[in-house]
């Protein structure tokens, strides 16, 4: 969830503030309290940016040599970067397209500590898996193609403290969960959902999900003590984890064949899973967590992938054509709230809200847009 000061009356435009040109990638940008950081490629350099949320202007920029050799049946898509940076305790963390990871002091830019990339060129997949940070560790999806490991740094010193080497990275993220009594850290990565301890990297279960092409790209979502996945070409499913007689178990407790999504990444808002499926040329769908029960459906052809994040009873998804729709949940159904353009270039990543602001990353350009 973001924080979001929805008006009482939509504009019919947005007002752009300012437009910066920041570099090629997918990383979504992040603001903490008034600064903007953007994650971008340019020419062969990795770069990383801290730009005043007001005004645009560069606060800091720093860089690193990041060559890239593209797998041709990648190359639509750019050479990233495409992992968002995650902010913790004053610093920044980022991920590489070759998987170098980086600890930046927030404030100035200063590289803190850097581990080189274990990714051999050209690659099939890349990273668009973002850290998380957890109890004094960050924990990255290092390595490549049918070879990785979720691995936990220092924050401080980037010393390894823990490695599971069980699969190579998927295109998902982490996210925390409370299961069965125990905090656990589960990921999609290849071919697997995965669960490791966040203080060992221990193990504690794991369940086949195999992408025919190996691009496990959805984040779980987490529903009470079941996680919703979706992406690897079947239906869209919720699995039950349990501990009985001291092991873990994993169950199907639901499954939708109508809603599939692969590369757009679903969100609860209030009791209702929202999201846009890859069926019907790009459908908006919700669907009943507990249940799995289809509630409503968009007309067919609204999108081909989308960054979607809410607010509150509103859903704001960011098209790859740089159109930006808002949502309202109601009864039944989601209402189109409003639609604005708000790039004239491919985006995929997720719009970032702030207050009145939305700040829209677009294939090389970072703009700021506001309700008045």
Known sequence: ???????????????????????????????VGNRVYAFSRQEEKEVVRAIDADNGKIVWETSYPAPFKMNPATARHGPGPKSTPTYANGRLFTLGITGIVT????ATGKQLWQKPGSTPLPMYNSHSFSPIVDRGLVI????????????????????????WAGDGPGYGSPVLATLGG???????????LVSVDPAT????????YVSANFTNAVTPVVYGQTLIVSGNGGPTMAVAVTKENNQWVTSTAW????????????VLVGDALFGLSSRNMGQYFSVDPKTG??????EPRQAGQAGIVYSGDLAFSLEDTGDLKVFRRGSTAFEVVKKYTVAESETWTQP?????????????NLTLWTLN
């Open 182 to 192: 125990t905090r656990q850290i589960v990921t999609i990565t290849q071919g697997k």
């Open 103 to 106: 600890a930046f002091d927030a």
């Open 255 to 266: 499954e939708n064949t109508d809603v599939q999504y692969r590369l757009s990444n679903s």
């Open 140 to 163: 990255f999806h290092t390595g490549g193609h049918m070879g990785g490991a979720l691995t936990a740094f220092d924050v401080n010193t980037g010393a390894v403290k823990w490695s």
């Open 352 to 364: 970032t809200l702030s207050g009145n602001r939305i700040f829209v990353k677009d294939v090389s």
């Open 201 to 208: 990297g221990a193990l504690l279960w794991e369940r086949p």
């Open 293 to 298: 029960k289809t509630l409503w459906t968009s």
């Open 1 to 31: 969830m973001t924080t979001f000061a929805a008006p009482r009356a939509w504009p019919e435009q947005l007002t752009q503030k300012w437009k910066v040109e920041v570099g090629t990638g997918y990383a979504t940008p992040i603001v």
